[in-house]
């Protein structure tokens, strides 16, 4: 691997120290749960007991462990330090898989598909279905390097191609993503396609990122579904709207407080996720949730990461050229638990993508790879046979 260094998180005491503290200092306020518990956002109750898990059971240096019980790197691409994880498991070097997160998610959503695609006959798979694993952090997320300006999804696909071809000499390679991941994805399967200049042979998403120009509704179902996501955005769009005009703003209070960033992690993961045979803690353990806010915390990452929604319009938006779309293969798992964010109807994303897999999932939300990681793995297993 040409200019990767092996990478092991260790945490500092004085930095764990310092997050306990403030998490322990952190003053309640009265807040009723009027209406409902999540009725305002965030239940108080829920993250009264958060903290409590947080201060009295939970222990990051056995996480830390998990983490990296994985193989970490680093590499220089495009003047950024990008950190990601990288399995040879397998496929034996043959059949690489590029994993994007997004946000309030991390490279730890992948943790429990990881086994399971790169070693898929040691979890009651068949060997010829294993995958090469590249799994980064976005720019200014968790251990890449931060942007010293907001940094957006077309220009990660560009950074992420080099990371796939320079760095780790794959000539060509799948790619899957969800939330921001889904637009990296697709910015991969556009710009940075095989034959056009990249390495993108095929992609795989559970978020559609891309809108076909004209945005028109050429049906009653693509109208019912615009109002619906338009009625959406506006009940629960506001944090978008905040992180992709002030994210400084922002950013100020949450850098200060590993409480308020927990809690603007952690309404999302109850808002987006699948709970229908359950509660938060039905889908994720406590260890789970902390984990993934931990890695916005131990290395200061929470202001950079919203940055990246400024450099969403920054970059032009999500509309493609008129008549153009992405034309490289394109996988889409449509999880029913996607409420906000509820995927189009299949004749919409025909005119942004080349859609040649659609699965319509039985259960599972936003975070499809945490959430449901059975699922997710099975389908990403089948959408890759369907490209061979």
């Known amino acids: 691997m040409a200019g990767a260094r092996p990478f092991t998180i260790d945490i500092s005491d004085e930095t764990l120290s310092r997050i306990r503290e403030r998490v322990a200092a952190y003053r309640w306020f009265p807040a009723p749960d009027v209406g409902g518990p999540w009725q305002f956002g965030m239940a108080t109750d829920v993250m009264k007991d958060i903290?409590?898990?947080?201060?009295?059971?939970?222990?990051?240096?056995?996480?830390?462990?998990?983490?990296?019980?994985?193989?970490?790197?680093?590499?220089?691409?495009?003047?950024?330090?990008?950190?990601?994880?990288?399995?040879?498991?397998?496929?034996?070097?043959?059949?690489?898989?590029?994993?994007?997160?997004?946000?309030?998610?991390?490279?730890y959503e992948?943790?429990?598909?990881?086994?399971?695609?790169?070693?898929?006959?040691?979890?009651?798979?068949?060997?010829?279905?294993?995958?090469?694993?590249?799994i980064?952090?976005?720019?200014?997320?968790?251990?890449?390097?931060?942007?010293?300006?907001?940094?957006?999804?077309?220009?990660?696909?560009?950074?992420?191609?080099a990371l796939m071809r320079d760095v780790l000499g794959y000539e060509t390679y799948l790619a899957q993503g969800g939330d921001w991941g889904g637009l990296v994805t697709s910015w991969l399967g556009f710009d940075q396609a095989a034959g056009h200049g990249g390495g993108c042979r095929a992609i795989h998403l559970n978020m559609i990122g891309f809108r076909p120009t004209p945005a028109t509704p050429q049906s009653e179902t693509e109208k019912q579904w615009m109002a619906q996501s338009q009625a959406a955005m506006q009940a629960e769009g506001a944090y978008f709207m905040q992180q992709a005009t002030k994210p400084q703003t922002l950013a100020m209070a949450l850098m200060d407080s590993p409480v308020g960033t927990a809690a603007w992690i952690l309404e999302k993961f109850h808002g987006w996720s699948d709970l229908t045979d359950g509660d938060l803690f039905s889908v994720y353990s406590k260890d789970q949730l902390l984990t993934n806010v931990m890695l916005y915390l131990v290395n200061d990452a929470i202001a950079t990461s919203v940055w990246y929604y400024a450099a969403l319009f920054m970059e032009g938006g999500v509309a493609l050229p008129e008549g153009q779309r992405v034309e490289v293969p394109t996988g889409f798992a449509?999880?029913?638990?996607?409420?906000?964010?509820?995927?189009?109807?299949?004749?919409?994303?025909?005119?942004?993508?080349?859609?040649?897999?659609?699965?319509?999932?039985?259960?599972?939300?936003?975070?499809?790879?945490?959430?449901?990681?059975?699922?997710?793995?099975?389908?990403?297993?089948a959408w890759a046979r369907s490209l061979d």
């Not at 240096?61 to 950024?80: I, Q, S, T």
């Not at 798979?125 to 694993?133: H, I, P, R, S």
């Not at 952090?137 to 696909?157: E, H």
Request: with cysteine.
């Open 51 to 107: 903290q409590a898990y947080w201060l009295e059971r939970y222990d990051w240096r056995a996480m830390e462990a998990r983490l990296n019980a994985w193989p970490h790197f680093k590499a220089e691409v495009g003047g950024l330090d990008l950190h990601f994880l990288h399995i040879v498991g397998e496929a034996e070097g043959k059949r690489p898989l590029l994993l994007t997160h997004g946000w309030p998610g991390s490279f």
């Open 334 to 381: 449509n999880y029913p638990g996607e409420e906000i964010y509820t995927p189009p109807p299949r004749s919409w994303c025909e005119r942004a993508y080349n859609i040649t897999w659609w699965s319509d999932m039985a259960k599972g939300g936003h975070f499809a790879a945490m959430e449901v990681p059975d699922l997710f793995v099975e389908d990403v297993r």
């Open 110 to 134: 992948f943790y429990e598909a990881i086994g399971p695609l790169a070693y898929p006959s040691q979890h009651g798979g068949k060997a010829e279905d294993a995958f090469d694993l590249v």
């Open 136 to 161: 980064p952090s976005l720019p200014g997320y968790a251990f890449s390097g931060k942007p010293t300006a907001p940094l957006g999804q077309r220009k990660t696909a560009e950074l992420f191609d």
